[in-house]
């Protein structure tokens, strides 16, 4: 794994339904909320991590409804888009947010 993750802590991906038939192969982003271990909260309450800030509210279910209706592979980002956004090239200012919508994130502050 990466610096970012501790040993134990899970793949980055989750892959569902890898032998779909369907041509399509379907990506959900910002399906979780969890942190890597190492970044805590990163400054944040807990609440806020429940909130959009921290990923897209009920897509993971309607990525696997999806998946399942079309009998398409999947692909589940694991965690928050306040990690990494992937949707995001690595030199965006966005791709690790210091702000997200109204929210400061303590954590991604003055990072290098």
Request: include cysteine.
């Amino acid at each position: 794994m990466g610096a970012l993750l501790q040993e134990g802590e899970e793949s980055p991906f989750i892959a569902v339904n890898e032998e779909g038939r369907s041509p399509f192969v379907l990506i959900c982003e910002h399906a979780s909320r969890i942190l890597p271990k190492r970044l805590g909260t990163l400054g944040l309450a807990v609440a806020d991590l429940h909130r959009h800030i921290a990923w897209d509210i009920g897509a993971e279910k309607v990525a696997r409804l999806l998946s399942r209706l079309i009998d398409a592979p999947l692909l589940l980002q694991r965690y928050s888009r306040l990690a990494y956004d992937c949707n995001r090239p690595p030199e965006s200012p966005d791709a690790i947010p210091e702000l997200s919508e109204l929210t400061a994130i303590p954590g991604n502050r003055k990072l290098s």
